[in-house]
């Protein structure tokens, strides 16, 4: 039985806290290539809820900055 790898690791991330807890995350895939993953904390669960998902950081971390503000 083969083991499985672990399909990615967190390179960069930034969190905002403005009127609710979002964070975006760069994740390294599999041959190299890297996601960025908007995600906000449900309080209740304590656990990161996917929200979104870019190709490049200055998408991800304006709709992250949005959704913290509620704007979005």
Do not use: H, I
Not at 10 to 32: C, E, H, I, K, Q
């Amino acid at each position: 039985m083969r083991r499985a790898e672990a399909p990615m690791t967190t390179s960069d991330m930034v969190v905002f806290n403005y009127r609710r807890p979002v964070r975006a995350r760069r994740v390294l895939l599999p041959g190299g290539s890297g996601l960025w993953l908007v995600e906000m904390l449900d309080r209740q669960c304590r656990l990161w809820v996917w929200q979104d998902e870019w190709d490049g950081a200055d998408a991800a971390l304006e709709r992250a900055r949005r959704l913290s503000l509620m704007l979005d």
